[in-house]
C-alpha cells in the first residue's frame, strides 16, 4: 500500500507543480480573478494532500493501520472531488460543479480523522 500511495503521491505533486505553472502563465490572463483564485485554491489543497500523502505512505513502512490506509484513499477522493470541481468550474464556468467542491472538503475533513484515529490505535498519543 505505501507503494502504491508513493506513486499517487509523486504524481499529484507533480501535476500541481504543473497545473499552478498553467494557473500563473496560461490561465492570468484568461481568467477572472475569482476564477483564477478558484483554480489556484485547487492547486494548493492538491499540494497539501500529495504531501500528506507522502508522508503517510512512509509511516505505512514502519506500521500498518486500515485507519491510515482509509485516510489516503479518502484524502486522494478528496483530491479529485475538491481540485477537480475546483479546475472544471475555473476552466469552463459552469456553475453545477461548486456544490461538488464541499464534498471533496468533507473527504478531505474525514481523511484527516481517520488518520487521527489511526495514530491514536497506533499509541501515538499516551
Known amino acids: 500500500m505505501s507503494q502504491l500511495f508513493l506513486i499517487i503521491a509523486a504524481v499529484l505533486g507533480g501535476s500541481a507543480v504543473m497545473l499552478g505553472a498553467f494557473a500563473a502563465h496560461g490561465l492570468k490572463s484568461r481568467l477572472s480573478d475569482t476564477l483564477l483564485s478558484a483554480f489556484e485554491t485547487g492547486v494548493s489543497y492538491q499540494f497539501y494532500h500529495a504531501l500528506a500523502l507522502f508522508i503517510l505512505a512512509l509511516w505505512l513502512k514502519q506500521s500498518h493501520s486500515v485507519w491510515l490506509i482509509a485516510s489516503g484513499y479518502l484524502w ?5 472531488l475538491f481540485s477537480g470541481s475546483l479546475y472544471a468550474l475555473a476552466l469552463t464556468g459552469v456553475k ?6 464541499p464534498l471533496g472538503g468533507l473527504l478531505f475533513i474525514v481523511g484527516w480523522i481517520s488518520l487521527l484515529v489511526g495514530a491514536i490505535k497506533l499509541g501515538a498519543v499516551s
Do not use: N
Open 76 to 80: 486522494l477522493a478528496g483530491v479529485i
Open 96 to 101: 453545477w460543479f461548486g456544490p461538488i467542491t
